[in-house]
Nanobody, 123 residues
Framework: QVQLVESGGGLVQAGGSLRLSCAAS????????MAWFRQAPGKEREFVAAIRWNGGSTIYADSVKGRFTISRDNAKNTVYLQMNSLKPEDTAVYYCKAERTLSQSVVLGGGSWGQGTQVTVSS
């Protein structure tokens, strides 16, 4: 199990930017694929972005492609989600997930999860 703590959420106007961070507890962080999911009120949790353990591959949901960028710093045990051109429909609680492989990281079940950080985009 990996303990994860998200931060960086907040209130932003449409068109603005935020950068989320997810700090991991384990020194083996660099061996995990990492992903971001989000859950809007009344909706199911959905995949946003994922990154391979070495940062060599990334995957994005179509809804965020070209606006969001996932990255990681293994020396700091941290994964980031840079969110630009935010829209009101991006409003959700954002969660990070640690998983053994990139292919597993995009699936809703399994893995280790953080507690989430709220992102609210006003119109």
């Amino acid at each position: 199990q990996v303990q994860l703590v998200e931060s960086g959420g907040g209130l932003v106007q449409a068109g603005g930017s935020l950068r989320l961070s997810c700090a991991a507890s384990r020194r083996t962080f660099s061996s995990y694929a990492m992903a971001w999911f989000r859950q809007a009120p009344g909706k199911e949790r959905e995949f946003v972005a994922a990154i391979r353990w070495n940062g060599g591959s990334t995957i994005y949901a179509d809804s965020v492609k070209g606006r969001f960028t996932i990255s990681r710093d293994n020396a700091k045990n941290t994964v980031y989600l840079q969110m630009n051109s935010l829209k009101p429909e991006d409003t959700a609680v954002y969660y990070c997930k640690a998983e053994r492989t990139l292919s597993q990281s995009v699936v809703l079940g399994g893995g280790s999860w953080g507690q989430g950080t709220q992102v609210t985009v006003s119109s």
